[in-house]
């Protein structure tokens, strides 16, 4: 990454002159996006248009820590020239296995009266826009976050699909808050949220025909972790903080810093909706990885999970049941299987050794459960409190190591505070140097982490397939909830929903039919799907079913929208190799038929194909032949999907 304090500043000249009312727009390379800042009467403004048309309308922009304030009565000091900023990275996990990012960069330099300075740093690339706040100034040699002014103003006749941040301390065992709300879709902005706690990110918002997705990029540990505040009065959105509770116990809930503080990249995701759901901002404003010592163990790779917990829940947390759900991946060629809480208790370390021994030789891998908390929450499941100090966890990992363990799964953090944030990233690291693979669940969003911490699988954030075994409200819920995810959760992050029921969940009336329940395994993007199905369930498919997930990629190559609409109905291709794979769904209750452009799968004509899809029943599935081509016909039945795969 480049050192924004090296770039060439404009003459005093330009400066003094921008200082007085703008500076010249910055654009995306391809001059469909751009940003202009401006100085009025004291507060900084920016505005971002879409081929000359606006999309956000002038916010603010400013910092408040202890003992400086940059949210007035300022003036422009300095501005670099544009400079372009490219990056190439690899991707294990998600939607993309090479990217390439473009951008054009300014870094805009800000004084108020008492001579301090902050800098302001913009990129503008074709898919969207990031800034980020980076405050290097002597005279306040120890950096104290007060508050943030950003906002993003949205015209009047805009609309939202937001996510509610739940309440710290609130639900099942004081476990909230963790990304865990259904989704308020197509609402008016400046609707209030119903929580007092604001929305989450990603926020997705529609303003004429261009759609913005807002999200923040680049969590170190040394800030906390933001939102959108639950008020948007006349559709202007704030910047939010946690809540008090939101830490490890004793530990910091606001950014500070010796030195330099720099914010995490604000990220607005912008374009038609086939841009939004391409795009990987929020990996390409993340840190690269820091290269892996050659003495660090080898990471195990993404892969595909059985899981008892999913349907079968504490009371198949036994040694017989693990060692059948071992068999049951190998049968399915899966890479894993996840023995969840309580594993100490009811099975010990000892026996899953042993379980773990016994997988190797099937070619699985064994993942185990632990709880992140320490005081923050009234849980009880074990193993708990192994993980609180780094003397501790690095004892606990290194017994895993041993074991032939190969990752953890931790649950129930505190929410959003900078010492929690940094808990995360401890995790991480030290894991990683134990060669062990991490999931987060009573999570907080990844917020491109997958990138910069490549032994992250994935993390919950997401009201998942757990919830719909729990009530029936919930699984009614679940078919739009199930359209909205591709378009916000899933878009930048790998997501841990734990998808796919074709048989029936105790006590609850399935609302998806077994088409949609397929489609889930490519639509959404996890470096390990954990698979809900037990193994009764996957004895009732088709044997090209059961072919179909034995042989699924483990990663992609490359993905592209294809059709959809929040909430509605949603269409996506991933490449692995030479092959294709289209799924889609449709949350509707009528039949929708669709005429998809699938001529970029090959230049030469028509691909030939097999489609799966439902059958007469909600319980059945049907196979054919199909085409892909510039306008292939595909009818979705009602709370139905299909999955077809181009070879």
Same mark, same amino acid.
């Given at each position: 990454m480049k050192n924004l304090y090296l770039y060439p500043v404009l003459g005093l000249a330009l400066a003094a002159s921008a200082s007085a009312s703008s500076a010249a727009p910055l654009s995306s390379p391809d001059g469909h996006l751009s940003v202009s800042v401006r100085i009025v009467q004291g507060a900084v403004m920016y505005s971002v248009a879409r081929d000359g048309k606006p999309v956000v309308l002038p916010s603010t922009l400013g910092l408040r820590l202890e003992g400086a304030d940059f949210t007035r009565d300022l003036v422009l000091a300095g501005l670099t020239a544009t400079q372009p900023v490219k990056d190439q990275y690899q991707m294990a996990v998600g939607k993309r296995r090479s990217i390439s990012y473009a951008a054009n960069e300014q870094v805009y330099t800000l004084r108020n009266p008492g001579k301090q300075t902050m800098d302001v740093a913009f990129r503008v690339s074709n898919d969207g826009v990031a800034f980020r706040y980076i405050v290097a100034e002597p005279s306040v040699p120890l950096k104290k976050f007060v508050s943030e002014s950003t906002?993003? @103003?949205? @015209?009047? %006749? @805009?609309? &939202?699909?937001?996510? *509610? =941040?739940?309440?710290?301390?609130? #639900?099942?065992?004081?476990?909230? *808050? %963790?990304?865990?709300?259904?989704?308020?879709m197509a609402v008016t902005v400046g609707t209030p949220s119903p929580s007092a706690a604001g929305w989450v990110f990603p926020a997705l918002f529609k303003t004429g025909n261009t759609w913005v997705a807002l999200t923040e990029a680049n969590m170190d540990g040394s800030f906390h972790a933001s939102r959108l505040q639950a008020e948007s009065p006349n559709g202007v959105y704030r910047i939010g903080g946690p809540a008090e509770p939101e830490v490890f116990t004793g530990g910091a809930l606001l950014a500070e810093a010796k030195g330099t503080l720099t914010t995490p990249w604000r990220v607005l995701a912008i374009g038609a909706l086939p841009t939004i759901v391409d795009s990987t901002l929020g990996t390409d404003l993340a840190a690269a990885a820091a290269p892996r010592p050659a003495s660090a *163990?080898?990471? %195990? %790779?993404? &892969?595909?999970?059985?899981?008892?917990?999913?349907? =079968?829940?504490?009371?198949?947390?036994?040694?017989g049941v693990q060692k059948k759900f071992i068999d049951y991946a190998a049968d399915m060629h899966w890479d894993y299987a996840l023995i969840d809480a309580d594993w100490d208790r009811k099975i010990g370390y000892e026996k899953v050794q042993e379980l773990a021994a016994y997988a190797a030789t099937k070619n699985v891998g064994v993942l185990v459960w632990y709880n992140s908390s320490g005081a923050w929450n009234k849980t009880e499941y074990s193993p708990k409190g192994q993980l609180l100090t780094q003397a501790a966890r690095r004892k606990e990992f290194a017994r895993l190591q041993a074991m032939g363990v190969k990752g953890v799964k931790v649950d129930f953090f505190a929410g959003d505070g900078k010492s929690m944030i940094a808990y995360y990233i401890d995790i991480l690291n030290d $894991? $990683?140097?134990? #060669?062990?693979?991490?999931?987060?669940? &009573?999570?907080?969003?990844? +917020? #491109?982490? $997958? +990138?910069?911490?490549p032994n992250l699988m994935t993390a919950e954030a997401i009201r998942g397939l757990e919830f719909t075994t729990f009530e029936q409200r919930d699984q009614d819920a679940v078919v739009t909830h199930m359209a909205m995810l591709p378009f916000a959760r899933n878009l930048f992050d790998p997501m841990d929903f734990t998808p796919m029921v074709f048989g029936d969940i105790p006590k609850i009336k399935r609302a998806t039919r077994n088409g949609f329940e397929l489609a889930e395994s490519v639509l959404l993007l996890s470096g390990i799907q954990h698979f809900a199905e037990v193994p009764e369930g996957m004895a009732t498919v088709p044997p090209y079913v059961k072919a179909f997930l034995q042989e699924l990629p483990r990663s992609w190559d490359d993905s592209k929208f294809v059709d959809g609409f929040p909430g509605k109905f949603a269409v996506i291709a991933r490449k692995a190799g030479n092959a294709w794979y289209v799924a889609g769904i449709n949350s509707e209750e009528s039949d929708k038929t669709l005429e998809l452009d699938l001529s970029f799968m090959d230049a030469r004509g028509a691909r030939e194909g097999t489609l799966m899809t439902d059958g007469a029943g909600e319980r059945e599935f049907a196979q054919s032949a199909i085409s892909a081509g510039k306008r292939t016909r595909i009818t979705i039945k *009602? +709370? &139905?999907g299909f999955v077809a795969v181009f070879k």
């Amino acid at each position: 990454m480049k050192n924004l304090y090296l770039y060439p500043v404009l003459g005093l000249a330009l400066a003094a002159s921008a200082s007085a009312s703008s500076a010249a727009p910055l654009s995306s390379p391809d001059g469909h996006l751009s940003v202009s800042v401006r100085i009025v009467q004291g507060a900084v403004m920016y505005s971002v248009a879409r081929d000359g048309k606006p999309v956000v309308l002038p916010s603010t922009l400013g910092l408040r820590l202890e003992g400086a304030d940059f949210t007035r009565d300022l003036v422009l000091a300095g501005l670099t020239a544009t400079q372009p900023v490219k990056d190439q990275y690899q991707m294990a996990v998600g939607k993309r296995r090479s990217i390439s990012y473009a951008a054009n960069e300014q870094v805009y330099t800000l004084r108020n009266p008492g001579k301090q300075t902050m800098d302001v740093a913009f990129r503008v690339s074709n898919d969207g826009v990031a800034f980020r706040y980076i405050v290097a100034e002597p005279s306040v040699p120890l950096k104290k976050f007060v508050s943030e002014s950003t906002t993003f @103003a949205f @015209a009047k %006749s @805009a609309q &939202g699909w937001l996510q *509610p =941040m739940s309440v710290a301390q609130t #639900g099942w065992a004081n476990t909230n *808050p %963790s990304y865990e709300e259904h989704y308020k879709m197509a609402v008016t902005v400046g609707t209030p949220s119903p929580s007092a706690a604001g929305w989450v990110f990603p926020a997705l918002f529609k303003t004429g025909n261009t759609w913005v997705a807002l999200t923040e990029a680049n969590m170190d540990g040394s800030f906390h972790a933001s939102r959108l505040q639950a008020e948007s009065p006349n559709g202007v959105y704030r910047i939010g903080g946690p809540a008090e509770p939101e830490v490890f116990t004793g530990g910091a809930l606001l950014a500070e810093a010796k030195g330099t503080l720099t914010t995490p990249w604000r990220v607005l995701a912008i374009g038609a909706l086939p841009t939004i759901v391409d795009s990987t901002l929020g990996t390409d404003l993340a840190a690269a990885a820091a290269p892996r010592p050659a003495s660090a *163990p080898t990471l %195990s %790779s993404p &892969g595909h999970a059985s899981w008892s917990w999913a349907l =079968m829940k504490d009371d198949a947390t036994v040694y017989g049941v693990q060692k059948k759900f071992i068999d049951y991946a190998a049968d399915m060629h899966w890479d894993y299987a996840l023995i969840d809480a309580d594993w100490d208790r009811k099975i010990g370390y000892e026996k899953v050794q042993e379980l773990a021994a016994y997988a190797a030789t099937k070619n699985v891998g064994v993942l185990v459960w632990y709880n992140s908390s320490g005081a923050w929450n009234k849980t009880e499941y074990s193993p708990k409190g192994q993980l609180l100090t780094q003397a501790a966890r690095r004892k606990e990992f290194a017994r895993l190591q041993a074991m032939g363990v190969k990752g953890v799964k931790v649950d129930f953090f505190a929410g959003d505070g900078k010492s929690m944030i940094a808990y995360y990233i401890d995790i991480l690291n030290d $894991a $990683a140097d134990y #060669g062990l693979l991490v999931n987060f669940h &009573g999570a907080t969003l990844p +917020r #491109g982490w $997958a +990138r910069t911490y490549p032994n992250l699988m994935t993390a919950e954030a997401i009201r998942g397939l757990e919830f719909t075994t729990f009530e029936q409200r919930d699984q009614d819920a679940v078919v739009t909830h199930m359209a909205m995810l591709p378009f916000a959760r899933n878009l930048f992050d790998p997501m841990d929903f734990t998808p796919m029921v074709f048989g029936d969940i105790p006590k609850i009336k399935r609302a998806t039919r077994n088409g949609f329940e397929l489609a889930e395994s490519v639509l959404l993007l996890s470096g390990i799907q954990h698979f809900a199905e037990v193994p009764e369930g996957m004895a009732t498919v088709p044997p090209y079913v059961k072919a179909f997930l034995q042989e699924l990629p483990r990663s992609w190559d490359d993905s592209k929208f294809v059709d959809g609409f929040p909430g509605k109905f949603a269409v996506i291709a991933r490449k692995a190799g030479n092959a294709w794979y289209v799924a889609g769904i449709n949350s509707e209750e009528s039949d929708k038929t669709l005429e998809l452009d699938l001529s970029f799968m090959d230049a030469r004509g028509a691909r030939e194909g097999t489609l799966m899809t439902d059958g007469a029943g909600e319980r059945e599935f049907a196979q054919s032949a199909i085409s892909a081509g510039k306008r292939t016909r595909i009818t979705i039945k *009602p +709370r &139905g999907g299909f999955v077809a795969v181009f070879k």
